[in-house]
């Protein structure tokens, strides 16, 4: 099982980016996948989510600005980040847990912590 993020970099306010996440050894349409991000001096926290039925589950300070998605064929996991704002400036890491009470989580709204990690991508926004 193994997780690489790409996409990070810096970025004015307002800006966008892309990240990916390739996932290698197993299907992400088999698990449930999340991006989390950490901030200097701050916990990681847990921002998108998305169930191997496709449903999602977004922390409030990223709805409407940032997007979860995944292409089975590609085996990779997405997170479209629009209008980002200087304090998005984190590492951001993507995760996949096949643990069917833990994606129950999601599907309930909550935003638990999953199994399997990958080495992060950094994001930076400046002003």
């Known amino acids: 099982v193994q997780l690489v993020e790409s996409g990070g970099g810096s970025v004015q306010s307002g800006g966008s980016l892309r990240l990916a996440c390739k996932a290698s050894?197993?299907?992400?349409?088999?698990?449930?996948m999340g991006w989390f991000r950490q901030a200097a001096g701050k916990e990681r926290e847990g921002i998108a989510y998305i169930t191997t039925d496709g449903s999602t589950t977004m922390r409030d300070s990223v709805k409407g600005r940032f997007t979860i998605s995944q292409d089975n064929a590609e085996n990779t996991l997405y997170l479209q980040m629009n209008s980002l704002q200087v304090e998005d400036t984190a590492m951001y890491y993507c995760?996949?847990?096949?643990?069917?009470?833990?994606?129950?989580?999601?599907?309930?709204?909550?935003?638990?912590?999953?199994?399997?990690w990958g080495q992060g991508t950094q994001v930076t926004v400046s002003s």
């Open positions: 995760a996949a847990d096949s643990n069917p009470q833990t994606c129950s989580l999601i599907k309930l709204g909550l935003r638990p912590s999953l199994r399997h």
């Open positions: 050894g197993y299907p992400v349409s088999r698990y449930c």
